[in-house]
């Protein structure tokens, strides 16, 4: 169990001489933070006027006006006036740092002016000012801020094929996302428990492979209509977050292959009807048809294949004539290699539908086109195979399981999650992790493109379970994404993590509390029908 902390004032973290560098109460901690002036406050009303350069005509600028607007009339922290006084001012114009989502927040007698280069960098911008105006219940001390992401991608994967949440669960889960700069929603909507996403030319992968889900196999269907996909993503969209789903294959196919069982390659006993058929040419056919359908929901143009475990359920492949009979034609030594061989032409169908293929690091042994291709680095247990795919030339995302599977338990004293030989993802692991001391002597730090926390869904049987396990980590995720580790502080972070929980608590979330765990008992899931983890 986490000791309790003694804590200074939060308003003592901001009252600093002039221009010296502070401790500002922002998550992710932003790269420069000074007071210009001390004890001057500007004074911003829930009615604030939020306009945008009359030389900037973007319209997604103004989307991020309308956006930051909205939100500020939501804050209860604020004012109500509506009376004429300061202003928010957004700006696109040439930053020092070229970064296209850097930003500079400055706030003085007149109101506040954010600059960027992009759109993106603006919504940054409004973001860190949401956070101060809660902070400082609208009296606004004279910041200047200068801030820039450490790395590009800033994820969070939700599995929804064991479990089903549902939109307004996947909405709030942005919401707070976008509170805490993270860009990226990896969406796991098919696998074995359940087929989440509505493909019109194959009804049944829903009707049918809708139907059960992690704890209960005979559940009624759950899925996403694709108007309900369109919607979620807009949303994602206008709060900087790209969308990105994930379409398991080889492995992990049960559901779809209980909706049609014609291009199941078989299974195991453990893991029944696992795989699709890779020597059946109808496969490739059916899938780049779901796959097509799927690309046009989702504008990055990024689709996850998924490509793990396959050995957990291919045992059929060694007997099944068709597939020995591929295994000969192509010059194929071992199902491994098959494998491999399904993967290489489920990603060229994926290229020619102009999305980049996605993948578990297993795949980081296909020789697959860089520019075209994102590896995900899971198992923290083979660092070879991160070095492997670095050596490769292939954009990585770092999502080692210690520390950043928010499935694993997070106190001493949780009995009814994951652990990995009594190791388990307490938030301070969390907060110490930094993928640079990964990289071999020479290897390169701009194929990393960032990281992601993965939330894997067989002990997360309702989102009271999924608040506790994902509030606070997530801050800590946001901050070790954003922020340079000359940057970051533990104790700091400690600090401004504090605030934080009475807004879970004012939002309704069933927060985990490192601070005093006993607040909230850990939520005990609904008795599991199946006994394998994915590892």
């Known amino acids: 169990m986490i000791l309790k902390k003694t804590f200074a004032l939060l308003a003592f973290l901001c009252v600093h ?32 006027q939020v306009r945008v350069d009359r030389k900037t005509k973007a319209t997604q600028v103004q989307a991020v006006a309308d ?6 009339a939501k804050l209860p922290e604020l004012p109500a006036s509506t009376g004429r006084g300061q202003q928010i001012l957004l700006v696109i114009a040439r930053m020092q740092d070229n970064n296209p989502e ?7 007698t007149q109101g506040v002016k954010i600059s960027a280069n992009t759109e993106k960098g603006l919504f940054n911008g409004a973001v860190t000012l949401l956070q101060l105006l809660r902070n400082e219940k609208g009296q606004l001390q004279s910041w200047v801020i200068k801030d820039a992401p450490q790395y590009a991608w800033r994820g969070f994967m939700l599995d929804e094929s064991r479990q089903f949440f549902g939109k307004e669960k996947v909405k709030s889960l942005l919401d707070w996302m976008a509170y805490y700069k993270l860009n990226k929603f990896h969406w796991h909507l098919t696998d074995e428990p359940g087929w989440r996403i509505e493909i019109k030319q194959y009804p049944k992968l829903t009707t049918v492979g809708g139907i059960g889900n992690f704890t209960d196999p005979k559940a009624p269907a759950t899925y996403y209509t694709q108007a309900e996909i369109k919607e979620i993503v807009q949303y994602a969209a206008d709060r900087n977050i790209d969308v990105i789903p994930e379409i398991d294959m080889p492995g992990h196919a049960t559901a779809a292959n209980n909706a049609y069982p014609e291009f199941s390659g078989g299974g195991s006993k453990g893991h029944p009807e696992f795989t699709f058929n890779p020597a059946k040419e109808g496969t490739y056919t059916y899938l780049t048809n779901i796959l097509r359908e799927v690309n046009d929901l989702f504008p990055a143009h990024m689709i996850h294949l998924g ?117 388990y993802n307490p938030i301070e692991s969390v907060y110490k992790f930094n993928p640079l001391t990964l990289l071999p ?44 580790p000359d940057r970051k502080n533990e104790a700091d972070f400690m600090q401004r993590l504090q605030p934080q929980l009475k807004l879970f608590e004012a939002a309704g979330l069933y927060y985990y509390d490192p601070f005093n765990p006993n607040i909230h008992p850990e939520p005990v899931p609904k008795k599991k029908t199946v006994s394998d983890y994915k590892d």
């Open 441 to 484: 002597a020479d290897g390169n730090p701009s194929l990393i493109a960032g990281m992601q926390a993965n939330l894997w869904t067989e002990t997360v049987s309702d989102t009271k379970r999924l608040d506790y396990l994902t509030f606070p980590r997530i801050c800590a995720l946001a901050e070790i994404c954003w922020t340079a």
């Open 307 to 423: 490509g793990d475990e396959v050995s957990y359920g291919n045992e059929k492949w060694n007997t099944n004539t068709d597939i020995q009979a591929l295994m000969q034609r192509e010059h194929l030594a071992n199902i491994k290699e098959v494998e491999l061989y399904f993967m290489q032409r489920m990603s060229d169908s994926l290229y020619k539908l102009n999305s980049k293929m996605l993948a578990w690091d297993e795949m980081a042994e296909v020789s697959l086109p860089k520019d075209k291709t994102i590896i995900y680095w899971w198992r923290h247990d083979k660092p070879n195979t991160l070095k492997m795919a670095l050596e490769k030339g292939y954009t990585t995302v770092i999502c080692p399981r210690l520390p950043l599977y928010f499935d694993f338990v997070q106190d001493s004293t949780n009995r009814h999650g994951r652990k990995w030989s009594k190791l």
């Open 67 to 72: 956006f930051l607007k909205s939100a500020i």
């Open 17 to 48: 001489h002039a221009y010296a560098q502070t401790k500002c109460p922002v998550i992710p901690m932003p790269a420069s933070a000074t007071i210009a002036t001390a004890n001057d406050k500007t004074i911003i009303t829930r009615g604030v």
């Open 102 to 108: 850097a930003y500079e927040l400055v706030v003085n």
